[in-house]
T-cell receptor
Framework: EDQVTQSPEALRLQEGESSSLNCSYTVSGLRGLFWYRQDPGKGPEFLFTLYSAGEEKEKERLKATLTKKESFLHITAPKPEDSATYLCAFNSGYALNFGKGTSLLVTP | GAVVSQHPSRVICKSGTSVKIECRSLDFQATTMFWYRQFPKKSLMLMATSNEGSKATYEQGVEKDKFLINHASLTLSTLTVTSAHPEDSSFYIC???????????FGPGTRLLVL
C-alpha cells in the first residue's frame, strides 16, 4: 500500500538551531512529493513539489530534498515564526495523500 | 501565487439544518477541486473529488447524500452538509488544482459546529 510516514511527530528547537524533518515514502510510480505548512486553524500553505530523486528546492530558510525512499525538509536557523505543522504528501494519481505531519515549535 | 477562498470561515448551526460551504479559486481555473475534513491534531482526510460539470467522486465511507457537492463552474465548488448532526462538527478544507498542474492550493478552511 502506498504511504508516507513523517518523523518526528513533534520537534522543539531553539531559535537558530537547524534541523531536518523526514518524510519516508513507499509509493509506486511517484507523481510528485509535496510539502505544505499548516498553521493552527488554517488551511495548508504550499511550499514545494519534488518529482525526482536528487531534486532540491529552496525557499528562505527551508530546503526540500528527495531521494528514492525519503524526502527531507531542512530548516536552517529557524525563527519562532517557523513554528507550524509541516505536512508531506504524495500524488496518488488524482488526489493528495498526506502524512500525519511534524509539529514544529521554535522557541526564542 | 494561486489563491483559494472559502466561505464562511466559521459557522454554527442547529442539529437537523443544512449548511453550505463555498470554495473559490480566485486567480486560476480549476477543473478539479477537493474537499477534505480534518479532526483536531489529525491530518487531512480526503472526502471527495469535485469535477466541473460532472458528478463528484466520493471516498469510501463518505455519504454522498449527506455531503452534497456541486462544481458548477471552473472557479466554484460547494459542499452542503445536509441534516447536520453534532458528529459532523469539524474543520472542512477545500483545495483546487490548477489545470495541467499537479499542485493543489488550499483554502483557509471552514470551522463547522453543530449544536
Amino acid at each position: 500500500e502506498d504511504q508516507v510516514t513523517q518523523s518526528p511527530e513533534a520537534l522543539r528547537l531553539q531559535e537558530g538551531e537547524s534541523s531536518s524533518l523526514n518524510c519516508s515514502y513507499t509509493v509506486s510510480g511517484l507523481r510528485g512529493l509535496f510539502w505544505y505548512r499548516q498553521d493552527p486553524g488554517k488551511g495548508p500553505e504550499f511550499l514545494f513539489t519534488l518529482y525526482s530523486a536528487g531534486e532540491e528546492k529552496e525557499k528562505e530558510r527551508l530546503k526540500a530534498t528527495l531521494t528514492k525512499k525519503e524526502s527531507f525538509l531542512h530548516i536552517t536557523a529557524p525563527k519562532p515564526e517557523d513554528s507550524a505543522t509541516y505536512l508531506c504528501a504524495f500524488n496518488s494519481g488524482y488526489a493528495l495523500n498526506f502524512g500525519k505531519g511534524t509539529s514544529l515549535l521554535v522557541t526564542p | 501565487g494561486a489563491v483559494v477562498s472559502q466561505h464562511p470561515s466559521r459557522v454554527i448551526c442547529k442539529s437537523g439544518t443544512s449548511v453550505k460551504i463555498e470554495c473559490r479559486s480566485l486567480d486560476f481555473q480549476a477543473t478539479t477541486m477537493f474537499w477534505y475534513r480534518q479532526f483536531p491534531k489529525k491530518s487531512l482526510m480526503l472526502m471527495a473529488t469535485s469535477n466541473e460539470g460532472s458528478k463528484a467522486t466520493y471516498e469510501q465511507g463518505v455519504e454522498k447524500d449527506k455531503f452534497l457537492i456541486n462544481h458548477a463552474s471552473l472557479t466554484l465548488s460547494t459542499l452542503t452538509v445536509t441534516s447536520a448532526h453534532p458528529e459532523d462538527s469539524s474543520f472542512y478544507i477545500c483545495s483546487a488544482r490548477e489545470d495541467s498542474v499537479e499542485t493543489q492550493y488550499f483554502g483557509p478552511g471552514t470551522r463547522l459546529l453543530v449544536l
